[in-house]
């Protein structure tokens, strides 16, 4: 029988992960800027992380764990000649990421200026905390820094208690990490029509902030206009939290909606006249009273009998452990139907056959290892003819390889 | 010239993650059309604002989608002149409305179909509805927020509906633009919350067997359990937000807030935590935030002040675009873009559009009947 499935049909017309043939330098950094480089990775690009030497045989991991599919080369920027392996790379590269803070590359040499006049086509995606123009722009910070300067970490948090930082999800990963993706697309898209890279800017406290747009905008509607933990979507609202169960579980409660809502009380088996009266305000506390005490009284398990199925608006809040568990598997952030990028999991949403530890494991990545091969992909370059290895374990180009290497 | 200036873009109307890449995309320069409901007033002076706070840079049409008359225009711009469709509706809607996606690719096989829901499209919940704070639970990343003893704390709908959904679409739609340009061809981009949240925690999930996140919620490194890493109250009220990951900004911070650098050598002993913590609430509540403001900037300590939104608009804040481009960047914004919503009226703009599109004329091509537009049949449009 040679029946051909409509999976097998689609995958036969499925073309390569977008960005299949890139090339992408990231120079080594945590979080934001591996983050971008991840997600180039997913979805087809060739990544080279770029590690300072860690001496001739390391072993071990750098703290980085979103290494996915990516190669190392180890190279000390400082060094002559391991710079002209670096200046040699460029030279084949689409794509470099600086998460550096502002002035360092160029103190290295590297201005994007220069880089630009060894390829044109380079895109320089330079990712930092603060902007790179005001008070801040030298100093040091973390994700929490950043959005409390974005406005946004004054909006979060628990009434009568302080400002709540939702770990560095909002400016590492979503401001930063993603934005700064979303401007290397961006500058892929007009290269393919002028030809020309260009210099990509972001920022986490900009990119937090245009994040924030609606939330920003609704302060001057009633929303919005309450003090923080005290507005419908910052856990001032008893219909929009998450509430314990009997088991130490949580779920979580969004029926914005009136006939979301009915549904929501409907389930939870609750009729007073306090719960129909819900637009009073003054009615908030004793409603998140009485939802508490209900919730309480069913384990999760229960609930979710209760309310899947139901457009109640109640989930449970499953933890990660859990969800490895009972065998969920990660996706791609975006399902391309025509070019979809690499998969995490066998049989799973997207191509290939996925990665070893899914979406749950992580081994890192030795600074070193697959850069050879990169080397010779790349730039058909081979240890010894082209390239030495230092004593401290960096690579190095050979002296006169300059002319020999195809540049 | 900015990047998507020549993109055309079919918003049709939802709240929050679709209007929001369309707003990103509109930003960056395309040309985007809402499509409303019908409304009485819709394509008249009387027309309201819809609850919609991002239409910035956008036009609206007002169409009947469950009326053949009205759906062939959306139809027939479809296939013709518009580059992307985003859908924010559940599972099936747009089917039902005889708009499937395959059916919109036969007619236009470039057309870029950016589907955006809060659920998976698969399993359990698929066509269930739900709210930002719904998708992070099922995500697996609500059950990591919020302080120590205390429910999971959601942080608003910023994770959700913004960066794992409508910048994740917008970046779905940029792929699928950056594939179109080298093959002709269009696709389906499907983006939802739960999966484009879990991404965004990837550092997280896979950091669960390290000392950084291996804690219970509220007592790791950056959800709230460390002292370095949190938020503290000042003498007048306001706050300081602390992030000294590294020692040597630790080191910093201590010398600022002139506490003992002693705490240096215990800081990674998590029984002193709740000390360290003490000791910084002290420190914190001895002066007013611009005083430890004059202390910090400038100093490599990770300390830095807690600004409220009315604060910034107070100061004049300029709000900037999602990101810069030295050659093409985005379009220039209103001095006051940043701050205030510009909502959209349904029927606003949008005859402006299709003329500008198609070529089409009001009372020629289309009419208003019942608050919405229909394609008058006789029209000799450039289909």
Request: charged share 25%; glycine share 12%; with cysteine.
């Amino acid at each position: 029988m040679s029946t051909i499935t409509a999976q097998q049909q689609q995958q036969q017309q499925q073309q390569p992960p977008p960005l299949s043939g890139l090339h992408v330098l990231e120079l080594a950094g945590l979080a934001p800027g591996p983050f971008t480089g991840l997600l180039l990775a997913d979805y087809g690009a060739s990544v080279l992380r770029i590690d300072r030497p860690a001496g001739l045989h390391p072993s071990v991991p750098t703290p980085d764990n979103l290494t996915r599919r990516k190669s190392s080369l180890a190279l000390s920027l400082k060094s002559t000649r391991g710079l002209a392996l670096f200046l040699h790379l460029v030279a084949s590269t689409d794509i470099l990421l600086d998460p550096y803070r502002p002035g360092v590359l160029e103190k290295l040499g590297l201005s994007p200026s220069t880089l630009l006049r060894i390829n044109p086509r380079l895109i320089i995606a330079r990712l930092t905390g603060f902007r790179r123009d005001g008070r801040y722009k030298d100093m040091a910070g973390h994700d929490i820094n950043y959005i409390a300067l974005a406005g946004v970490l004054a909006m979060l948090g628990r009434k009568d208690s302080k400002p709540y930082a939702p770990a560095n999800l909002i400016g590492d990963f979503a401001g930063g990490g993603m934005t700064c993706f979303v401007g290397v697309l961006l500058a892929l898209i007009h290269r393919g029509v002028s030809g020309q890279g260009q210099v990509v800017e972001a920022n986490m406290v900009d990119g937090a902030a245009y994040l924030a747009s609606m939330p920003r905008f609704a302060v001057q509607g009633p929303m919005w206009n309450a003090a923080r933990g005290e507005n419908v979507l910052d856990g001032g609202c008893p219909w929009y939290d998450t509430y314990e169960t009997k088991d130490g579980g949580f779920v979580a409660v969004g029926c914005l909606e009136e006939k979301f809502y009915d549904a929501f009380v409907r389930g939870l088996g609750v009729g007073d006249e306090l719960v129909q009266e819900r637009m009073n305000r003054k009615n908030w506390d004793g409603l998140r009273r009485i939802f508490t005490e209900r919730f309480k009284e069913k384990t999760r398990a229960e609930w979710e009998a209760v309310f899947d199925g139901t457009d109640a608006c109640v989930t449970p809040v499953l933890g990660f452990d859990e969800m490895k568990k009972r065998g969920h598997k990660m996706r791609p952030v975006v399902d391309l139907s025509l070019s979809p990028g690499l998969a995490m999991h066998t049989n799973e949403k997207g191509q290939g056959e996925g990665i070893e530890g899914g979406g749950f494991e992580a081994k890192g990545l030795v600074p070193g290892v697959g850069g050879e091969k990169v080397l010779r992909d790349w730039l058909g370059l081979e240890k010894g003819t082209h390239y030495v290895v230092a004593d401290d374990g960096g690579y190095e180009l050979r002296d006169g390889s300059e002319n020999k290497a195809k540049l | 010239m900015a990047p998507l200036s020549t993109v055309r873009v079919i918003e049709l109307a939802g709240l929050a993650p679709g209007p929001f890449a369309g707003m990103l995309l509109s930003d960056l320069g395309a040309t985007v059309l809402r499509i409303d409901r019908p409304d009485p007033f819709a394509h008249t002076d009387q027309a309201v604002p819809t609850k919609d706070l991002l239409a910035r840079g956008k036009s609206s049409i007002a169409l009947d989608l469950k009326l053949n008359s009205s759906r062939v225009l959306l139809k027939s711009l479809l296939a013709t002149v518009v580059d992307v469709l985003i859908d924010p509706f559940r599972p099936g809607v747009l089917e039902s409305l005889d708009l499937a996606p395959n059916t919109l690719l036969a007619a236009n096989p470039r057309l870029i179909i950016a589907r955006l829901t809060g659920f998976r499209r698969d399993g359990k919940y698929s066509s269930r509805a739900g709210h930002d704070i719904n998708y992070l639970g099922v995500s697996g990343v609500l059950s990591q927020l919020g302080r120590k003893d205390q429910p999971p704390y959601p942080p608003a709908n910023l994770m959700g509906d913004f960066a794992g959904g409508g910048l994740a679409c917008a970046f779905g739609i940029l792929t699928a633009l950056y594939t179109r340009a080298m093959d002709g061809k269009g696709q389906v981009v499907e983006v939802n919350m739960v999966d484009g949240v879990s991404y965004l925690a990837t550092m997280m999930r896979l950091g669960l067997n390290v000392p950084m996140w291996d804690q219970p919620r509220g007592e790791n490194y950056f959800d709230g359990g460390c002292p370095w890493y949190d938020v503290y109250e000042c003498m007048d009220g306001r706050y300081m937000a602390v992030g000294a990951v590294e020692p040597k900004f630790f080191e910093e911070l201590l010398k600022g807030l002139e506490l003992d650098v002693e705490w240096l050598s215990r800081r990674s002993d998590r029984t002193q935590w709740a000390p360290l913590r003490a000791e910084l609430q002290v420190a914190f509540r001895k002066k007013t935030r611009e005083q430890w403001e004059d202390i910090f900037d400038h100093k490599d300590a990770c300390c830095s002040p807690v600004i409220d939104i009315g604060e910034l608009k107070s100061q004049a804040y300029d709000q900037r675009h999602l990101v810069h481009f030295s050659k093409t960047p985005g379009v220039t914004l209103g001095q006051n873009a940043g701050w205030n919503a510009q909502t959209l009226a349904p029927g606003n703009g949008g005859e402006r559009t299709l003329k500008d599109w198609m070529g089409w004329q009001i009372g020629k091509d289309f009419e208003v009947e019942n608050g919405a537009l229909v394609k008058l049949i006789s029209s000799n449009s450039k289909l």
